[in-house]
């Protein structure tokens, strides 16, 4: 689970990191009573689970409470388009000072499961454009690997600053670190991690990353949730009690058993295409719950067909047959469905889609569903 920038910032100050005074306004008649508690300069920065806001257009620097004012108005509302995100609405901005920036690092910690520990890595190259510096200047960005002797200091001393500026980026990875351990956190990110021209070191952005299957030990952590912001299929899912992950190619498949699920997902690969997402109906699904996982299935646009692969064992190959049908009777779908079903009740189950009057392609095994996908 993502958080926004300005609750990310906010446990950054409960760890004791340095953030710019700042103020979140979330409508437009609070503008002018915010920007006055803020006094400009100022930077206007949008709301959004995404990166890039900069160059987006949705963080703006304001020199004087005019131009604040008619900065926070156009970022606030508007449709904010980035190459990770895509389109988002911007539904809050954060008010903040502006910080006299002398140098932008990149600090992050984040799990390296290859080496089984958490990483830290560090550069002087921060600011927008660290991606590019990883491929055109990866010895500038430095990996530590967080083990029992870890001592962060050896680390930051390459980046060449004084004692006084060392102490401090070395307590800011120490918060980090306690902040990732203690809210089961995947990745936090400071990028930039300013100085001051005053020599203070002060987190200037903020992102946090959540483990999911941790949240039900973080209650405050989880009611930071923006439901705005998680994708919306996925949302759907989570209410309608399903295992369901967005992918991005186009054969949607809807299977029981999240190994059976990896394995069509393979098989999909082997016919050359792309799996849409990633479904698990689970194992006792009944056909209305079959029903909602093919409606959530089919409202992805990019789908050139649907893959059902069943094995019937407590769920019965009639039951997923039913609701399959149900769904597709009350939808409009123009993709082909192809369905291979195995275990109990196979036969009613392929007599109940063959006898709907509507169009599937009802394959044997799974050599088959190759051959078809292949061929779509
Ligand atoms: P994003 O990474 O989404 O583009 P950032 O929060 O990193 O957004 O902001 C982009 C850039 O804007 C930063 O690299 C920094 O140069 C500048 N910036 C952000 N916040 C401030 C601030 N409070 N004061 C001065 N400059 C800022
Ligand atoms: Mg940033």
Redesign the pocket.
């Known amino acids: 689970m993502k958080i926004h920038?300005y609750q990310a910032k906010d446990l950054f100050k409960k760890y004791g990191i340095n953030v710019?005074s700042s103020i979140l306004c979330d409508s437009k008649e609070k503008i002018k009573q915010c920007i006055e508690q803020i006094n400009p300069p100022c930077?206007i920065?949008a709301q959004v689970h995404?990166?890039?806001?900069?160059?987006a257009g949705?963080?703006k620097?304001a020199h004087n409470f005019d131009e604040a004012l008619k900065i926070a108005d156009e970022i606030l509302g508007m449709e904010l388009t980035s190459k990770q995100a895509g389109t988002k609405k911007v539904n809050k901005i954060l008010i903040?000072?502006?910080?006299d920036?002398d140098k932008?690092l990149y600090l992050s910690l984040t799990f390296d499961r290859a080496n089984e520990a958490i990483a830290m890595i560090i550069s002087n190259q921060g600011?927008?454009d660290i991606e590019e510096t990883a491929k055109i200047a990866p010895e500038k960005i430095y990996t530590e690997l967080i083990k029992d002797n870890f001592n962060p200091l050896q680390t930051v001393k390459k980046l060449g600053y004084d004692d006084e500026i060392n102490t401090q980026i070395v307590s800011v990875v120490n918060s980090l670190y306690e902040l990732l351990k203690e809210k089961d956190a995947l990745l936090v990110e400071i990028?930039?991690l300013v100085i001051t021209k005053q020599k203070k070191v002060i987190a200037?952005?903020a992102k946090i990353n959540f483990d999911d299957n941790a949240l039900f030990r973080h209650e405050d952590i989880l009611a930071l949730k923006d439901e705005k912001e998680e994708n919306p299929f996925e949302l759907q899912a989570q209410k309608d009690g399903l295992n369901y992950i967005k992918l991005d190619g186009t054969i949607g498949c809807m299977v029981n058993g999240a190994g059976l699920a990896m394995a069509t997902m393979d098989i999909i690969g082997l016919a050359g295409k792309k799996a849409a997402n990633f479904l698990d109906v689970g194992g006792g699904a009944s056909s209305e719950k079959i029903e909602k996982a093919f409606k959530l299935l089919i409202s992805d646009e990019n789908l050139e067909a649907v893959f059902i692969n069943i094995f019937g064992g407590i769920l019965r190959c009639d039951f997923l047959a039913e609701g399959v049908k149900n769904a597709i009777h009350s939808l409009n779908i123009n993709v082909p469905v192809i369905v291979r079903m195995e275990g109990t009740n196979k036969d009613a189950g392929a007599d109940i889609l063959n006898n709907s009057g509507l169009k599937f392609t009802v394959v044997n095994n799974l050599n088959e569903a190759i051959e078809v996908i292949k061929n779509l």
């Open positions: 920038e710019p930077v920065k995404s990166g890039a806001r900069g160059k949705g963080v620097l903040e000072n502006a910080v920036i932008e600011g927008m990028n930039p200037l952005d």
